[in-house]
């Protein structure tokens, strides 16, 4: 398939060059929306793209558009004409016309909103009033709405006369005369049913639906657990206002991963590309995180500085210190990670909690003797340590482990709760903590054992 694509990509290329555009028509219209814009963005040079924008059927067109880049649609909204301005706007879901003025600049928002038609321009207006990161914010006005009286012959005749313009046809939803949600029939119930009966025979009445203000994280979860294509979107008083479909889904869980990914590794999350993120773009996501972790990062030199003396009479202990912290930062990682991921998924609340510390206590012993007792083995046969020097080492390594699991299990709980994202309590934030504590573990067992 890749080489099929890259076939039509050096035939649109060559054929761009010779300006053989009836042929280069021809050959677009067989390509896959998707597959136009990746080739606009990657192979054409932006001052071609208008043209070759102009050759594709209006559908086709609209399609491609929406999976362009917001760079380069506002420079092709920038040069169309205001009849293929609307031509475009007038092809495309009202939830792709939200996700495009979101990203353009007042001015062009301005443009698109004057060629939409009435219509189409209250319902992108009701969808941008939503908060961000809601389902309203996601949803699409535009779906097939059905009465409880209708019969199977009347809701199909409904389907022809408006389902073109409908987001999906797949899933129905039966709807009383104020809007109020009562059920939800699929096409496919609708073909094998007997032609009288009506939709309130027909439909399937336990619904599950979500508020327009429900995070859309949650909403994703939900298609994930129910394998839904469509679900409702109702407001406070049951009256459906939108649906989501699976595709804007797909769109979300990229985005939420993406962000928690960004937490996770300490950048502020940005909503560009990384190829179209300038120099001061990236300074500004990564620096607030590093200033905060290297003035943290202090409390751990003031806790070597105040044992300088008593490092001095036994140097070799410096030289394991990289080792402790590091293996104290990587287990407490490995912990919050699986249980960010858990949360992420609905598989764990704060009411967890103590099975959580429970399970990770004793993931924490098994780990903790398993990396003492080769670690011990390592510092007697190789490097030639004395036995309390060894034992002071292991034990640290041991408790240090004890620590950090319980650190990255159970900070991200607390974040959940208090209501931060638990990703912002991810590796580098919890290495800082276990740094330190694994630092006075050592020093503790060093005064105890060698008396320093």
């Not at 390509?31 to 594709?56: G, W």
């Not at 559908?59 to 999976?67: G, I, K, N, P, Q």
């Not at 706007?89 to 038609?117: C, F, G, H, S, W």
């Amino acid at each position: 398939m890749n080489d099929a694509v890259g076939t039509l990509k050096n035939s649109i290329i060559k054929l761009t060059e010779e300006k053989k555009y009836a042929a280069l028509r021809d050959v677009l219209s067989t390509m896959n929306s998707a597959d136009i814009a990746a080739l606009f963005e990657e192979e054409i040079p932006e001052e071609t793209l208008p043209l070759l924008f102009r050759l594709l059927p209006k559908e086709l067109a609209a399609d491609t558009f929406v999976e362009m880049s917001a760079d380069q649609q506002e420079m092709l909204i920038k040069g169309f004409s205001d009849n293929e301005l609307k031509e475009v706007v007038d092809e495309l879901y009202v939830d792709d016309a939200v996700d495009i003025v979101e990203e353009m600049p007042a001015n062009v928002v301005k443009r698109i909103l004057t060629q939409a038609d009435p219509e189409k321009r209250r319902m992108i207006n009701n969808i941008l009033k939503y908060p961000d990161d809601s389902a309203g914010s996601i949803m699409t006005t535009e779906f097939v709405e059905l009465r409880p009286h209708m019969t199977v012959d009347d809701a199909i005749l409904h389907i022809r006369r408006g389902g073109i313009d409908k987001e999906t046809i797949n899933t129905c939803f039966v709807c009383k005369k104020d809007r109020t949600l009562i059920g939800m029939v699929t096409i496919k119930d609708l073909i094998l049913a007997e032609s009288e009966t009506t939709m309130e025979e027909l439909m399937e009445e336990n619904i599950i639906s979500v508020g327009t203000l429900e995070d859309q994280e949650a909403v994703a979860l939900a298609f994930s657990k129910y394998d839904f294509l469509a679900m409702p979107v109702v407001d406070g008083e049951g009256r459906l206002v939108g649906i989501v479909t699976v595709d804007d889904v797909l769109d979300v869980m990229e985005q939420e991963t993406t962000e928690d990914i960004e937490k996770m590794a300490a950048i502020v999350p940005a909503d560009k590309p990384y190829l179209k993120q300038s120099t001061f773009d990236l300074w500004k996501s990564r620096i607030p995180w590093l200033l905060l972790l290297m003035i943290s990062a202090t409390f751990t030199g003031l806790i070597i500085s105040s044992f300088e003396d008593a490092l001095s009479k036994y140097v070799i202990l410096t030289a394991y210190i990289p080792m402790l912290m590091d293996t104290g930062g990587n287990s407490g990682g490995q912990a919050s990670v699986t249980i960010i991921r858990a949360i992420s998924l609905g598989e764990i609340e704060f009411r967890d909690i103590f099975k959580v510390i429970w399970k990770e206590f004793r993931v924490a012993l098994v780990c903790g003797i398993t990396l003492a007792v080769c670690n011990f083995a390592k510092l007697m046969l190789f490097d030639g340590l004395e036995l309390m020097v060894a034992l002071t080492i292991c034990l640290t390594l041991v408790v240090t482990v004890f620590c950090a699991k319980f650190v990255g299990c159970t900070l991200p709980l607390l974040a959940k709760k208090i209501g931060f994202d638990p990703a912002v309590m991810a590796s580098p934030f919890i290495t800082t903590i276990v740094d330190a504590i694994s630092l006075l573990v050592y020093f503790y067992f060093s005064s105890m054992l060698l008396h320093i």
